[in-house]
């Protein structure tokens, strides 16, 4: 069969995957990303000043790398001891699983802005590294970055990358990040996406995890058109610990995948994942969650939750656990729930003159909250992290 | 202040009936006990009022200060002074017993056009209320009514009650699940609210309540309908020789 490439495909050199791609089978890149646009121009510098303005920070005491319409910035903050940057764009990850690798293969052809982070050997970073990206969000531009990330043996650090917009206009913003977390190196990555209801966001992280390595991974996706956030994650050290945590907020007309895939190589590691996803209006949610054990991986403990509230008949939410096990001596549990909010909460709620739509973001917020809460990332952070999530509630239930 | 006219009930999307024609008037300052046995329609009433939109009303009217209520949302009645001690109060996951208690006063508040509570005009006016019927304040920072035991469910309830200062209070089996001690509490608790301005509906199966509560009028309930009113003497009667006669005199 021979089929007419659509603009994208012209402009990218390959094919996107559609639904026929089992790992974008609820995602159909093909169909929704008809042409790409054209790279932002690099904003004026006192244009950057504002464009934050309505995104305070997370952590007070943050050094932030700065990025604007897919451009970095210099701003001179304070690096903590410890902290190597080089301001010149990674590698691009690598991408040999074809069409699985497809978000990769597109942040490789339109990136030109990135940073490179080493964390020195032994070195505990108090300070949490900022890596923000805010977009004008122009019609049919592109904005995208790329981060390379080392912690190193026994250090100790907390990254939060961002994404901020408010536009309603058709655009494309991209990220990908490469993460070794190295023996005994304690790592807390934190993905925070507020972009505008008109962005497509394409975005990979990939991780390597060493011996002893200990690794939490959160995903806030509060924002958006259409969003993919994809982690893989190769546990290559024995006792390494992982968790991954996420709270999708999938507002009317949006369209929120994550995608997680999970490798575990060597014996004794343990994996935790859970995500509260909350579903509004016609909103489409996807949690794709795959776990791989090979077969030397003996003791692995993977558990894997992903609970939905679907708040219309119109939205929908599907979620697809999948487990590749070739070592016999594992734990592996996986569950996946959606529900409506209980008609009997609400009448209680009610029944003490709370109304409707407080006692609805009330239910909502605690559903929520508690992955946040199981983070321990700190009062500031957790306050932080809820006061997006109860403004999005605001502005969407 | 309660004026329930010929009020019929059925499950919203089912057939059957379950209030069949009930009259009742409360007064202000009164207290109104109503008995019967299980299954005649008690909590379905309690319900009613407090309106759960899983009953369906077919005929007749409530009237609450003279206005019907039938129209209103729960939210709306519990401002104008509504308020339903649950025979089986909800457990909220995740939601802070304190976080709910603020969330409710302020709504109520607002509605009433006063002013929201300060944070720690709050916290004194819980503390003191908690103090009063023995509930550990800390129990108060736990997830709403989650793991507290039936007794403790009750104390929060009449917690509640005390701190929204309602005018209709209905109480469904309050008094179920208590021991002597804890009922003692709850019916102080009770007794401290009672007042010219407020009237009670208090639903329950055994004389031993009333002994604490002395209701003004006592009211039999079988089958959908009041079949019998009297004064405490009725509850009395109900303790020695059961429904039956009560019953059969009706028929
Ligand atoms: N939501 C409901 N669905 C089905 N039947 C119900 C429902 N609520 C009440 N009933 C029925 O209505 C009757 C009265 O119940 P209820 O009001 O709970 O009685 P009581 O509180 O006096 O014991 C019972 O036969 C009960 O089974
Ligand atoms: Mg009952």
């Given at each position: 069969m021979n089929i007419q490439k659509t603009a994208a495909e012209e402009t990218l050199g390959f094919m996107l995957p559609t639904r026929r791609v089992e790992s974008f089978h609820y995602t159909d890149l093909r169909a929704n990303l008809k042409s790409l646009g054209e790279q932002?121009?690099?904003?004026?510098?006192?244009?950057?000043?504002?464009?934050?303005?309505?995104?305070?920070?997370?952590?007070?005491?943050?050094?932030?790398l700065h990025f604007y319409d897919g451009h970095g910035f210099e701003r001179n903050e304070t690096l903590p001891e410890g902290v190597m940057v080089s301001r010149d764009l990674p590698d691009a990850l690598s991408a040999d699983g074809g069409a699985d690798d497809t978000i990769p293969q597109i942040n490789s052809k339109i990136t030109t802005a990135g940073v490179s982070i080493a964390v020195a050997k032994g070195k505990e970073v108090t300070q949490t590294i900022g890596l923000a990206h805010a977009h004008t969000g122009a019609a049919e531009s592109i904005a995208s970055t790329r981060f390379s990330i080392?912690?190193?043996?026994?250090?100790?650090?907390?990254?939060?990358?961002?994404?901020?917009?408010?536009?309603?206009?058709?655009?494309?913003?991209s990220s990908a990040v490469s993460l070794n977390v190295q023996q005994g190196a304690k790592v807390e990555y934190f993905i925070v996406q507020q972009a505008g209801v008109g962005a497509t966001h394409l975005a990979r992280l990939n991780v390597t995890l060493a011996q002893d390595a200990d690794l939490s991974i959160f995903v806030l996706n509060a924002g958006g058109k259409l969003v993919r956030q994809e982690v893989k994650i190769a546990v290559n050290g024995e006792n390494a610990n992982l968790a991954i945590r996420g709270v999708n907020l999938v507002g009317d007309n949006a369209h929120i995948d994550v995608t997680t895939v999970l490798e575990h190589n060597v014996p004794h590691t343990n994996a935790e994942e859970l995500f509260r996803n909350v579903v509004a209006g016609d909103g489409h949610g996807v949690f794709q969650g795959q776990i791989k054990v090979a077969q030397p991986a003996q003791k692995t403990d993977a558990q894997m939750a992903c609970n939905t509230l679907l708040l219309t008949d119109e939205g929908d939410f599907s979620a697809k656990p999948e487990l590749e096990i070739f070592a016999d001596d594992v734990i592996c549990a996986h569950g996946a729930t959606v529900t409506d909010i209980d008609d009997e909460h609400m009448f209680y709620m009610q029944a003490r003159g709370i109304d409707q739509k407080t006692a609805r973001g009330l239910l909502i917020k605690a559903f929520v909250d508690e992955v946040v809460e199981e983070l321990e990332a700190g009062e500031e952070l957790e306050e932080a992290f809820t006061g997006i999530i109860d403004d999005w509630l605001d502005a969407n239930i | 202040m309660l004026e329930i006219k010929n009020l019929h009930v059925r499950i919203a999307e089912e057939e059957t009936e379950i209030i069949k024609g009930l009259d009742l008037s409360v007064a202000a300052g009164e207290v109104a006990a109503i008995m019967g046995p299980n299954g005649s329609g008690k909590s379905t009433l309690s319900y009613v009022l407090a309106g759960k939109e899983d009953y369906e009303v077919t005929e007749g009217d409530i009237l609450f200060n003279g206005e019907s209520i039938l129209e209103m949302e729960p939210d709306e009645r519990a401002a104008s002074g509504v308020f339903l001690a649950f025979q089986y109060p909800m457990e909220i996951p995740?939601?802070?017993?304190?976080?709910?208690?603020k969330a409710a006063m302020n709504a109520q508040r607002k509605a009433r056009d006063e002013e929201e509570y300060t944070t720690p005009e709050f916290i004194k006016t819980v503390k003191a209320a908690a103090g009063e019927l023995n509930i550990d304040f800390n129990m108060l920072k736990r997830a709403l009514n989650v793991g507290f035991s039936g007794g403790e469910k009750k104390r929060a309830e009449i917690l509640q009650m005390q701190l929204l200062e309602p005018k209709l209070c209905v109480l469904d089996e309050t008094d179920s699940g208590l021991d002597i001690d804890a009922l003692k509490i709850v019916s102080d608790g009770v007794n401290r609210l009672r007042d010219p301005e407020r009237a009670f509906l208090v639903i329950t199966h055994y004389q031993r309540l009333l002994e604490h509560i002395v209701p003004d009028s006592v009211h039999v309930l079988y089958q959908g309908r009041i079949i019998e009113s009297g004064d405490k003497s009725l509850a009395l009667h109900l303790e020695e020789n059961g429904y039956a006669d009560v019953i059969a005199r009706a028929a």
């Open positions: 932002a121009a690099r904003p004026e510098d006192d244009a950057t000043r504002t464009m934050g303005d309505s995104f305070p920070r997370l952590a007070s005491d943050a050094c932030v080392t912690a190193a043996e026994g250090s100790t650090s907390r990254f939060i990358e961002r994404q901020m917009g408010r536009s309603d206009a058709n655009h494309m913003t | 995740g939601v802070p017993t304190m976080n709910f208690l």
